[in-house]
């Protein structure tokens, strides 16, 4: 158990939904990381959120977003769900803000119809 | 821009065997930290190793090994006779000292299945 918790694990919705994922990081942790992994793209970072504030934006499109909150969990949102959405989305918790080993949660698994 | 390459999509090997999975690395920073990671049929991500790029000695740990190389910006894993549920996908990454937009980058992973 990599103490990093994702809900829900599978969520499955129809396209033009929106939905949100849930992350809580590992006690102690400061930096949530949000991954997406299909399987032509392999795992892509979306973005990075450090004590609540954004620290890195990767390849995140315009119909999604995140935030962290005061107790640093933090909620992806994922609108207009196309069916190419469908992936499995990481969240991954780190002490640091950038290079510390990050630990990564169970996963959600999106499936889009 | 960081690079992690792993040219071996899918390796088999009967158990017992040992077995290296490649991973080569492209980077402009002279500081970096690379990563091994592990995920099982179960999806989860499993965190495995961190080598700093100051410290190139070889790690062992049980029947993984890691090598090294900056000389051919190489970090390959060794898994020593190999088991049945050493089969996962490996995934090597790469994280830069001041990178800009992407913390970690990962390779395409190494399916690795373990025949009994």
């Known amino acids: 158990d990599s103490g990093v918790t994702q809900t829900p694990k599978h969520l499955i919705t129809a396209t033009g939904q929106r939905v949100t994922l849930r992350c809580s990081p590992r006690?102690?942790?400061?930096?949530v990381y949000w991954y997406q992994q299909s399987l032509d793209q392999g795992l892509q970072f979306l973005i990075q959120?450090?004590?609540?504030?954004?620290?890195a934006k990767g390849n995140i499109l315009e119909r999604f977003s995140a935030q962290q909150f005061p107790d640093l969990h933090s909620e992806l949102n994922l609108s207009s769900l196309e069916l190419g959405d469908s992936a499995l989305y990481f969240c991954?918790?780190?002490?640091?803000?950038?290079?510390?080993?990050?630990?990564f949660g169970q996963g959600t698994r999106l499936t889009v119809v | 821009a960081q690079k992690v390459t792993q040219a071996q999509t899918e390796i088999s090997v009967v158990e017992k065997e040992d077995v290296t999975l490649d991973c080569v690395y492209e980077?402009?920073?002279?500081?970096?930290?690379l990563f091994w990671y592990k995920q099982p049929p179960s999806g989860e991500l499993v965190f495995l190793i961190r080598?700093?790029?100051?410290?190139?000695q070889n790690e062992i740990s049980g029947r993984y090994s890691w090598n090294f190389q900056k000389s051919t910006s190489s970090f390959n894993f060794t898994i020593t006779a190999s088991q049945v549920v050493d089969s996962a996908v490996y995934f090597c990454?790469?994280?830069?000292?001041?990178?800009?937009?992407?913390?970690?980058?990962f390779g395409k992973g190494t399916r690795l299945s373990v025949i009994a």
């Open positions: 991954a918790s780190s002490v640091a803000h950038a290079a510390a080993e990050a630990f």
């Open positions: 006690s102690g942790d400061l930096s």
């Open positions: 959120y450090y004590n609540g504030e954004e620290r």
């Open positions: 980077t402009r920073d002279t500081t970096y930290y």
């Open positions: 080598r700093n790029s100051f410290d190139e």
């Open positions: 990454a790469l994280s830069e000292r001041y990178s800009g937009n992407t913390p970690v980058v």
